[in-house]
């Protein structure tokens, strides 16, 4: 039986170093996809930590000189038909939830960022092939 070679043809380095970073760069999409698939008990909205004065006369927040707030208050900061919107938030696990949320929210940017950056090297690898390199 006669043994058929085939030649594989060299891929510039160039090509490799583009395509070692899109593979990298799509493994850490994946990984995230699978953290955004499975999310939380979440709540939509920023946590705010607010020092307030009660406002007797004699209490220590009221002192002139070394004020001494009362807290940490935790509020819920949303945004109902264009006006911030400030609600109390005393549960513990509604605190754990909008933290969960903001956490939420910086994987999804952190998904579109990888994306980006995954079309950026595409778009290279198209514009250089153009030029005939």
Known sequence: ???????????PEWL???RGQIVQLQKKRY????????PLDMKSGSL????????????????KEN?????????LITCKEGKTVLRYVKDRDDREAIQRYEIY?????????????IATAFNAIK??????R
Request: hydrophobic share 25%; aromatic share 10%; proline share 6%.
């Open 31 to 38: 990984a995230l996809e699978q953290e955004l698939m499975n």
């Open 127 to 132: 514009e250089r092939r153009a030029r005939g």
């Open 105 to 117: 929210e910086g994987l999804l940017a952190e998904y579109e960022k990888l994306g980006m950056e």
């Open 16 to 18: 490799s170093q583009y």
């Open 48 to 63: 705010s930590l607010q020092y307030k004065r009660c406002g007797k006369p004699g209490c220590k927040c009221m002192d």
């Open 67 to 75: 004020p001494m707030k009362h807290g940490p208050y935790y509020y």
């Open 1 to 11: 039986m006669r043994k058929i070679e085939v030649e594989v043809p060299r891929t």
